[in-house]
């Protein structure tokens, strides 16, 4: 199988949320469709292989659309005009190349990930259909060197798995390392019922817009290094039936099986609503957006869009150091239509949440299309109350 041509033909054209039936075309003869609408296919059984492989097969627009490929020997690209859909065919790419070789294992290609997990969320309820398989493993992160320990800063993986599966690419020459900073793909579904849940690298950058490009020297690396990995000599330890939270956490959750956050700013309660676990930890100090590192850039920051804005609006809020900031009418969230918006990820208001930096790139990374001018603006929007505060 030739990485380089599978994949240009998965990208030939974007397949947004609904659509992803017309990629069945591409998988191999026998799969089979769960009663959530997923497409799966086993090579041998749970004796031979305890490892889930996941991609999913929706892309981050709202239109189907052909793809034109610019390219050279290492990177693919669109004309500008669309997005490649690197994210995630690099990773379906990969799982067929895997079944190419016959690795063992049983394969998922899970539909709406891009708006919530929807398909990985349902299959994930059906927890006999995974009994006995100890991890899975998405195909599904940008870059080409993480192996992801964490994701929206819950661990989804052990340190001594991540580090066992980085030995593993290590044999391939392929120079990997633990990543905490992932944000949520199909694979973090799974944490309360598998022990190991990772997302690994694919070589995409810049996903979710129309500069999206993809390193295809380094998938081409990444499928058959995933070939040679011993799956089954991975090292196994997380308990999944405990919560582990990064230790300066968020001041907000907003999806509706992952929790939210209450308390002061300097101890933060998080509740699981599948289990209904709390976990409490202590923060050093208030979480710090990357645009507010500190209080006198937070303060230059903030006078500099006051600027900006001033002419184009006459609306006010008070900054948290005691300024007014002026809000442009079209970045008020007052869109009915934007408000009742179809995403099934977004569950709480987002107005009424204090959101952090973190989860603003799960919002960002899961339910907006940044080459749409209203989900752009309303990014624009959110960053600009949190960082204001609550009004």
């Not at 240009?8 to 009663?35: H, I």
Request: with cysteine.
């Amino acid at each position: 199988m030739d990485v380089r041509k599978t994949f240009l033909k998965l990208t030939s054209r974007t397949y947004p949320y609904g659509y992803e039936e017309d990629l069945a075309k591409f998988l191999p003869k026998g799969y089979q469709v769960d009663k959530h609408g997923n497409y799966f296919f086993q090579i041998g059984s749970i004796k031979d292989s305890d490892t889930i492989f996941a991609c999913h097969l929706d892309t981050a627009c709202k239109a189907q659309v052909d793809v034109v490929h610019f390219m050279d020997s290492k990177y693919i690209r669109t004309d500008g005009k669309s997005i490649l859909g690197a994210d995630d065919k690099a990773g379906m790419t990969i799982l067929l190349f895997l079944i190419y070789k016959n690795i063992p294992g049983l394969y998922y290609f899970f539909h709406g990930e891009e708006v919530g997990c929807i398909g990985s969320k349902a299959a994930s309820e059906d927890k006999e259909i995974f009994s006995g398989y100890n991890k899975i493993i998405s195909f599904d992160r940008k870059d080409t060197s993480s192996i992801i320990t964490h994701q929206s800063s819950r661990r989804c993986c052990s340190d001594d798995f991540a580090d066992s599966l980085i030995s593993e690419y290590a044999k391939q020459g392929l120079k990997m390392k633990k990543d905490d900073s992932g944000v949520y793909t199909d694979s973090a579904e799974f944490t309360e019922i598998l022990p190991e849940c990772t997302n690994i690298s694919v070589g995409y950058y810049r996903e979710h817009t129309h500069q999206e490009y993809q390193d295809i020297q380094f998938l081409e690396k990444i499928a058959i290094a995933s070939s040679l990995v011993n799956w089954n000599n991975l090292s196994i330890k997380r308990d999944p039936s405990k919560v582990e939270w990064l230790s300066y956490g968020n001041k907000s959750r907003f999806y509706e099986d992952y929790g939210y956050c209450t308390g002061s700013p300097y101890y933060a309660a998080f509740q699981d609503r599948r289990s209904g676990r709390w976990h409490q930890e202590k923060k050093k100090k208030t979480f710090v957006h990357p645009f507010q590192t500190s209080n006198k850039n937070s303060k230059h920051y903030l006078n500099n869009l006051d600027n900006e804005i001033e002419r184009i609006s006459d609306g006010s809020f008070k900054t948290k150091e005691g300024g007014t900031i002026l809000i442009p009418e079209e970045y008020r969230y007052n869109n009915e239509s934007h408000k009742t918006k179809y995403y099934e990820g977004m569950k709480h208001s987002l107005l009424n949440d204090n959101l952090s930096a973190r989860d603003l790139s799960i919002i960002e990374d899961q339910c907006l299309d940044l080459n749409d001018k209203n989900d752009a603006d309303f990014l624009r929007y959110l960053k600009t109350v949190s960082l204001i505060g609550s009004y």
